[in-house]
């Protein structure tokens, strides 16, 4: 390992789920963990404290948007992002790439890297897997990503094999910057946590053998861990468990795995199943600011008509601030007046609900009950009070 600061632990086993704590430059993290988005450095309508209080462990938070505004270099003089936005847990950034190809104008990859017009101002910039790991670097976050070309789905198998040989062409690149960065500033770019680990990331489209083989050639280049990218994508749920249990026993098992940008409660419940340890996902914090909340008895929108009068909390299960406090009726009230609280108070109970699952999930692996947890979670949420 070549940071000393980051270590992972597999402290229980239950079939192929794993319970461990993953130890960053600032601090543990219980696995396995899901982390709130904060894309520009907050996640939208809650505060650090909320979040602290919630229990989450490791925020994500956005490379392309803080590369864009305010600036990498501007948040390296301040010390790095954890000064900056007055966040002491551990801190994951992405790459940039999805964001890159899911939000900004004309944008166009070659072998170089990303081209692409920044959707705030017009402005042109290349990414490439140099630019994003020295990006990552002035942030500091404790965990960083390489640069992975994100290919659309669906895709033919050439396609994605030329993409999945370009990703690793450009891992490649990522680790050697980034080992040239533990030594010293490369091109003016100063590291500002010297415990930054960095992962790889598995790409393959819904190919099997294509994962595998980017698997096994990924883990070959050496990272701290490793990440499953390019699902979430399209492809049927089925699809995506198969992929991702073809590929996590192609990744060593003494480091953590990480799924990108999944998923439903149930679809961590089913990941974590087939071994997979971190999570990121903008579903509990988007829906909610869109009224949908999930729930022990399925997901509802708060705005429904059928609430205007209901006087019982939006999660009779749940212990969040916004359940022991609030009715149905007032949140609906609340939301319907595009109120701010609407958002904060819904966003307090989905991450809740989200944050309880996973430390459900935890419990009932260091008790062997992992099995019987899932088949719960499941039956309770496919009764789905669905309104939507
Ligand atoms: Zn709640």
């Not at 461990?20 to 543990?28: D, F, L, Q, S």
């Not at 309508?45 to 490379?63: F, K, M, P, Q, S």
């Not at 459900?360 to 099995?371: D, H, M, V």
Request: glycine letters at 10%.
């Amino acid at each position: 390992m070549a940071v000393p600061q980051f270590s992972f632990r597999v402290t229980h086993t239950d079939g192929g789920a794993r319970r461990g704590v993953m130890t960053t430059a600032h601090g543990e993290v219980d696995t396995p963990a899901f982390m709130p988005v904060g894309t520009q450095g907050a996640v939208k309508g809650v505060t650090h404290r909320d979040l602290e209080a919630l229990g989450a462990g490791i925020l994500l938070c956005n490379t392309y948007h803080l590369y864009l505004r305010p600036g990498a270099d501007l948040i390296a003089r301040r010390g790095g992002l954890h000064r900056f936005i007055g966040w002491t847990r551990p801190i994951l950034t992405d790459s940039g790439g999805y964001q890159i190809f899911s939000l900004a104008a004309r944008c166009t990859i070659d072998e170089q890297g990303a081209r692409f017009q920044s959707h705030l101002d017009g402005s042109r910039h290349l990414l490439t897997p140099e630019k994003a790991t020295d990006i990552q670097a002035q942030l500091g976050s404790d965990v960083a990503m390489v640069l992975d070309e994100c290919l659309a789905h669906p895709a033919e198998i050439d396609a994605a094999n030329q993409s999945m040989e370009r990703t690793l062409r450009w891992a490649r690149r990522a680790r050697e910057r980034w080992l040239g960065l533990r030594d010293g500033p490369v091109d003016g770019v100063i590291a500002t946590n010297a415990g930054q680990a960095q992962f790889g990331i598995v790409q393959g489209g819904v190919f099997p053998e294509l994962r595998e083989v980017s698997a096994r050639r990924t883990v070959a280049l050496g990272f701290e861990a490793y990440a499953i990218g390019g699902l979430s994508v399209g492809e049927p749920v089925d699809v995506m468990y198969d992929l991702v249990g073809r590929t996590t026993p192609c990744l060593p098992p003494a480091l953590p795995r990480y799924l990108m940008g999944t998923g439903t409660p149930q679809d961590l419940v089913e990941s974590v199943a087939r071994g997979v340890d971190l999570f990121d996902c903008v579903l509990p914090t988007r829906n909610a600011r869109n009224g949908q909340l999930f729930t022990s008895q399925g997901r509802i929108n708060i705005g429904n008509a059928r609430y205007a009068e209901d006087d019982g909390p939006p999660d009779p299960a749940c212990a969040c601030y916004t359940c022991r406090t609030f009715s149905r009726a007032y949140l609906r009230h609340l939301f319907l007046s595009r109120e701010i609280n609407a958002a904060t108070l819904n966003t307090l109970h989905n991450l809740n609900f989200y944050l309880d699952t996973l430390s459900g999930i935890r419990e009932s692996i260091a008790f062997g009950r992992f099995e019987s947890f899932k088949v719960a979670l499941h039956r309770r949420l496919s009764r789905q009070s669905d309104d939507s």
